[in-house]
C-alpha cells in the first residue's frame, strides 16, 4: 500500500506553498535536561501561534558514541500527551526507527495516534544510523536496508482500512486482526534515505524528507526527486520535506551564515529564506532549534511573528 494523503498530509503538503513545523525537544541551553511537560507546553504554543506541525525524534539510548547527553522522550508516548494538549497541529515522528520497532506495534500506537488526533498524525519512518544501538537491541546493521522493506511492507499492510496483517507461515491457519483499523490514511514518510534508491522512495511513500544541503546542492536533489517520481509514480503528488538547524540570533536582522545543516539567522532572513526554500519546491520545513540560551517559548514567538506571517502573505 502507498500511503495517501489525508488531512494531515494535505495541510503539510502543497504545491507551491510551504508549511514549518518545530523539531521537539527545543531547549534554552545545551546543560538543560529536556523537560517533558514543557515541551508539551510548547507545542501547544506552536499550535496557538499558527505552526503547522510539531515533530518528535526516537533516540532510545545515549552512551559516549552519541552527541547529545540529553535523553529524549519516547516519541509515541510524548505524542499521546501533544495530541491531546493541541487541536489544530499535525503530529509525526522524525523519525521513527523502523529497523529497531516491531512493524505491529508502530502500526498499533500509529492508529492510536491517528484516532486521538482525528486524523493529525504523520508517521515519518527512517532505518537508523547509529550502529551501537542496533548492537543493543541485538540487531544486524548489515541487512537494515532489506529489513527496512520488509519491516516497510507489514506496517502499510497493518495501516490497510481495514487492516490487513501478513499471513504467518509457521501457522497458516490463524487469522490475525489489528481492531480498530486506521481512521484515517496515514502518510508514511521516508525521513533520510534509509538506505534505499529515490526509486523506491518514490514508490512506497507519501512523500521524502531530506537533510539541509546548500541551496545549489538541495536544487539538484529536488531534480532527482522529481524525476524519480516521475519515472515510477507518474501523475500522483509525492511530497518534499526538509530538515534544516536554525541557530536564531536576538538581531532579527542579521543575515543568514551557513552553519552545518542550517544556518545562523535573524527571523528576518530566516523569512527570506524558507521563501527560497519554498520557491524551489520545498513543500514542508522541519525547523531543528539549538539552544542559544533564549527561552524556547519566546523563539517560537519571534518565527510566528516575523517568519509565519510573511510566508502566508
Request: glycine share 8%.
Amino acid at each position: 500500500m502507498i500511503a495517501s494523503q489525508h488531512d494531515a498530509g494535505t495541510k503539510l503538503y502543497q504545491d507551491g506553498q510551504l508549511s514549518v513545523g518545530i523539531v521537539l525537544p527545543v531547549r534554552q541551553t545545551e546543560h538543560d535536561t529536556v523537560d517533558f511537560q514543557e515541551q508539551v507546553e510548547l507545542a501547544r504554543l506552536a499550535d496557538k501561534l499558527g505552526f503547522t506541525a510539531v515533530w518528535v525524534r526516537d533516540v532510545p539510548l545515549n552512551g559516549p558514541w552519541y552527541p547529545e547527553t540529553f535523553g529524549h522522550p519516547d516519541p509515541f508516548s510524548m505524542l499521546g500527551a501533544i495530541a491531546m494538549a493541541t487541536s489544530r497541529l499535525s503530529i509525526g515522528t522524525a523519525a521513527t526507527v523502523l529497523t529497531l520497532r516491531h512493524p505491529l506495534h508502530i502500526a498499533k500506537a500509529a492508529i492510536t495516534l491517528d484516532r486521538l488526533t482525528g486524523g493529525r498524525f504523520v508517521l515519518g519512518l527512517g532505518s537508523g544510523d547509529r550502529r551501537e544501538e542496533f548492537a543493543a537491541f541485538d540487531a544486524d546493521t548489515q541487512d537494515h536496508k532489506i529489513l527496512f522493506q520488509r519491516h516497510w511492507s507489514a506496517l502499510a499492510a497493518a495501516l490497510e482500512q481495514p487492516s490487513r496483517i501478513a499471513q504467518n507461515l509457521l501457522a497458516p491457519a490463524v487469522t490475525y486482526e489489528m481492531r480498530p483499523s486506521a481512521l484515517s490514511r496515514i502518510p508514511m514518510v521516508a525521513i533520510g534515505s534509509a538506505g534505499q534508491s529515490l526509486e523506491w522512495i518514490a514508490r512506497n511513500c507519501s512523500g521524502w524528507t531530506t537533510y539541509h544541503r546548500p541551496p545549489d546542492v538541495q536544487r539538484d536533489r529536488h531534480a532527482m526527486w522529481r524525476r524519480a517520481v516521475d519515472r515510477v509514480a507518474t501523475g500522483q503528488f509525492r511530497s518534499f520535506g526538509v530538515g534544516v538547524h536554525i541557530e536564531l540570533l536576538d538581531n532579527a536582522s542579521a543575515p543568514a551564515d551557513p552553519i552545518h545543516l542550517g544556518y545562523r539567522t535573524g527571523t528576518y532572513s530566516l523569512s527570506r529564506v524558507l521563501g527560497n526554500m519554498r520557491d524551489a519546491g520545498v513543500h514542508h520545513v522541519l525547523l531543528n532549534l539549538p539552544p542559544t540560551g533564549e527561552p524556547p517559548r519566546h523563539k517560537l514567538e519571534r518565527i510566528a511573528a516575523d517568519v509565519l506571517l510573511p510566508l502566508t502573505r
